[in-house]
């Protein structure tokens, strides 16, 4: 079962605008990570926000985690078609389980 | 470093046959986890391999399952297909735990008919 749950479902937007999506989850967790998958290929990872961490940067991405209200954030500034895929947050909690969302999927026009 | 690699890439079985999909991961990496994909259910988590132990397992039935080899390949089995199993699997290595940097693997794309 999915534990995470992204919205929006799809998201349009142009290029040079930014993106943001959500991630709300059910259950205490250890770990959550966003991937980033183009057209049903394998994922590729974005970045890890621990439990204790509020906020972190890589690049033109920024991760934002609120435990209290078991959700995060992604945002991707200043985005590029190259950045047209589905992004997927993923939680691993004290049971070991790991699970992903359904997914956002981001479109970006030139 | 080469990636994570799967064979085959396409597979199309029959209902009740049963199929065994190959993983192998980034050299050095020790845990290998698999995941089903399917528009209707997403992403499911099927189990982790570590060193050879399956360490955790997600809630799919008995027909599913998998091996670990010494040199950290991976295998997954399913027996007696049902049309339900047509899904894209993924593999996934990472250094230790499973639940810190997974590397994907392109998937293998199964269709059962």
């Known amino acids: 079962s999915q534990q995470g749950e992204e919205d929006p479902q799809a998201l349009s937007i142009q290029e040079g605008e930014n993106a943001t999506m959500n991630c709300s989850y059910k259950t205490s967790i250890n770990n959550l990570q966003w991937y980033r998958q183009n057209s049903g290929r394998g994922l590729v990872h974005l970045i890890l926000?621990?439990?204790?961490?509020r906020e972190k940067h890589s690049g033109r991405l920024r991760v934002t985690l609120d435990t209290s209200k078991k959700s995060s954030s992604l945002l991707i500034t200043a985005s590029r078609a190259a950045d047209t895929a589905s992004y997927f947050c993923a939680t691993d909690d004290n049971n070991n389980d790991m699970r992903f969302g359904a997914g956002t999927r981001l479109t970006v026009k030139p | 470093k080469a990636g994570v690699t799967q064979t085959p890439r396409y597979l199309i079985k029959t209902r009740g046959q049963q199929v065994t999909l190959s993983c192998s991961p980034i050299s050095g990496h020790r845990s290998v986890s698999w995941y089903q994909q399917t528009p209707g259910q997403g992403l499911q988590f099927l189990f982790e391999?570590?060193?050879?132990?399956?360490?955790n397992k997600g809630n799919f039935p008995g027909r599913f399952s998998g091996r670990q080899f010494s040199n950290s390949r991976s295998e997954m089995n399913v027996s007696t297909l049902e049309l339900g199993d047509s899904a894209l699997y993924l593999c996934a290595s990472s250094l230790g735990q499973a639940y810190y940097e997974q590397y994907f693997g392109p998937g293998t794309r199964l269709t059962v008919t």
């Open positions: 926000i621990r439990s204790n961490e």
């Open positions: 391999y570590f060193s050879e132990t399956q360490r």
